[in-house]
């Protein structure tokens, strides 16, 4: 089975598989053992939380609908754990709304039922690069600055008048990809390809999802600086009124 090659080498990678479906369980953890992972499996949430802990795997693929426990709370219960083992969903919800809560319970990525096995492959692919990426050495980087928002990507902090915001890894790249192209307006694939380190002829409405997510977030406090900008994409910038505030 073809397989993108770059990023993380598969051999060195952990997946572990939680599907009550067994069709879906064995396509995937053969798909996974054929691309070179080491691949675990789950039915329950109750198993996966065991299989999170003693096999500490690089990332978990999870169904969100489980026989005990919704995929979304069994994130956030291995968040709440101190377990921040990267999270691609798998489900058959397609609204926004349904995609906005499991993202906001700490997934990093979202795929809906029917899914190509090469799709799958190639976001697990995508996800380990950006897992990997803090690894490497580099040297510091000044903290981006717009209006009163300040993020600081060695530090993984971000502020906002001077309060602190509590941002996932996702939430946190693409503030970070708006900031260092601030007044800019970035196509969604261009976001999508900077973001999540893939670019297709795929949906880009995790994009759509994530801006929703971060909206809530960072123009919590007045005013909003994150646009739509219909046909394109979005811009981080102030309104026009208060445009004489930004800082370089």
């Known amino acids: 089975m073809p397989h993108p090659t770059s990023g993380?080498?598969?051999a060195r990678s952990t997946i572990l598989v939680v599907e009550d479906d067994p069709s879906i369980r064995t396509l995937l953890t053969s798909a996974l053992s054929a691309?070179?992972?080491a691949v675990a499996a789950a039915v329950t949430g109750q198993e996966a939380m065991f299989e999170a802990g003693s096999r500490r795997p690089d990332l978990i693929v999870l169904d969100v609908m489980l026989p005990d426990i919704d995929g979304f709370a069994l994130t956030r219960e291995l968040r709440a754990q101190g377990v921040y083992t990267p999270v691609l969903f798998l489900t058959a919800r397609t609204e926004v709304e349904d995609r906005i809560i499991?993202?906001?319970s700490g997934?990093?990525?979202y795929v809906t039922k029917p899914f190509h096995v090469q799709e799958v492959l190639l976001r697990i692919r995508a996800i380990l690069r950006r897992a990997a990426a803090p690894a490497s050495v580099a040297p510091a980087r000044p903290p981006l600055r717009y209006a009163d928002l300040t993020l600081d990507e060695d530090a993984h902090t971000v502020q906002r008048a001077g309060s602190p915001l509590k941002l996932s890894p996702t939430e946190f790249r693409l503030l970070a990809c708006?900031?260092?192209r601030a007044e800019r307006v970035?196509?969604?694939r261009e976001i999508l390809q900077e973001v999540w380190q893939y670019d297709f002829a795929g949906d880009t409405r995790i994009v759509d999802t994530y801006i929703k997510n971060l909206r809530r977030k960072i123009d919590h406090t007045p005013p909003a600086m994150i646009h739509t900008v219909r046909g394109v994409?979005?811009?981080l910038r102030l309104p026009?009124?208060?445009a004489g505030t930004a800082v370089p």
């Open 102 to 104: 499991g993202l906001s």
């Open 186 to 188: 970035l196509e969604k």
């Open 8 to 10: 993380p080498s598969p």
């Open 233 to 235: 994409g979005y811009c």
């Open 107 to 109: 997934g990093d990525d």
């Open 240 to 242: 026009d009124d208060d």
């Open 35 to 37: 691309a070179g992972y």
């Open 178 to 180: 708006l900031m260092a």
